[in-house]
């Protein structure tokens, strides 16, 4: 593994920089914050417009063939420009389309389908999210009892998901749904894609704890017609198409950005505040946490490398993945609360309104802090990780 970059990949990372220093910096550092409601609608259009920008230099497509609207990119001209959107939290990177949905529509999808769903995703027009867990299907999916009755060239499905991101403004989710009732388990299940638009489809909004309604949604399907020619791959074999989507979705690489940028802050604020006379970060204490904060992140960022290499060398990256995931989320947590306990009371200065003017670093850190509490068990909980590992990584036997 050679983790080095040549001096044409540096030239790109230094063009994706000045891109995002002049259209999404300003803003980053100083959004909107009138309310939860008004930030959500301000952020919302300021994405989508960015997402188009980054598609017209196609970069939303880097690495795919060029006739679904990709660009020619080696695989660490692809890592170098999912850091650096990571940095800015993905401010106008559809993720759910370019990371998650794109890579089985090229991998599953008919040639039809790729034509017609890639190059929307390609000029970020397309935003996607995605139908997996359910009320009582979370970390045991196979258990989702959302159904897809064939029915001549549609499919009728009804159901419920739950938590399913950007689903208020996506115009396509894709989703797991039970076609064979009679089949066990993962067993009977079709990967479809559906227009949000769809009559039978409604997304409904479910407020977390920073305010914010945009992040996670219920939708619902109701006698909803899915077409025929929206099923990707084999009907009743969608389980293995999902768990091949799982790898890319738990690879870390531009989470491990944004702690980067998190831990750049903090530093910078410890660095240049005072208390009592002195700066915060000339405590020995504060020193020592932010010490073990770096190296831990330098090693997320190596192993988060490496799931890459796998990758682009055409291996499987479930385990190195999974191991990812294992160590981005706890070492979130844990980066969480040295914000609180470095920052004290001043960390907890409401996130929006003009108080948030006020508060250190205009509360990215109190967002921060709140989100973190799901960053050990979306996408997989942390303990389905380790079994992961356990079971595909390191060969034991099933308990």
Known sequence: MDFTFSLQEEMFRREVRAFLAREVAPYYERPELAGA???????????????????????????????????????????????????????????????????????????????????????????????????????DLANLQTRAVPDGDVFRVTGQKIWTSRATYAGHIFFLARSDARAQRHRGLSFLVAEMGTPGIEARPITNMTGASDDFSEVFFTDAPVPRANLIGEQDRGWYIAMAQLGPERAQVDFIATLRRRLDDLSRYAGETTRNGRTIGSDPLVRHKLAEMEIEWQMGRLVNYRVAWLAAMGQQAGAASSQSKAIVGPLTQRMAKAVGEILGLEGQVGAYGERAHRAPLGGRLLRFYLDSVSRTFNAGTHEVQLNLIATRGLGLPVG
């Open 37 to 139: 409601r008004a930030y959500e609608e301000w952020h919302i259009a300021l994405i989508k417009a960015i997402a188009k920008k980054l598609g017209a230099r196609g970069w939303l497509g880097l690495g795919w063939p060029e006739e679904y609207g990709g660009r020619k990119a080696t695989w660490k001209e692809q890592l170098i420009f999912k850091e650096e959107m990571g940095y800015y939290e993905n401010w106008g990177l559809p993720r759910q389309a370019v990371n998650m949905a794109a890579p089985v529509i090229l991998a599953h999808g008919t040639e039809e389908q790729k034509r017609r769903l890639l190059p929307p995703i390609a000029r970020g027009e397309s935003w996607w999210c995605q139908g997996y867990s359910e009320p009582e299907a979370g970390s």
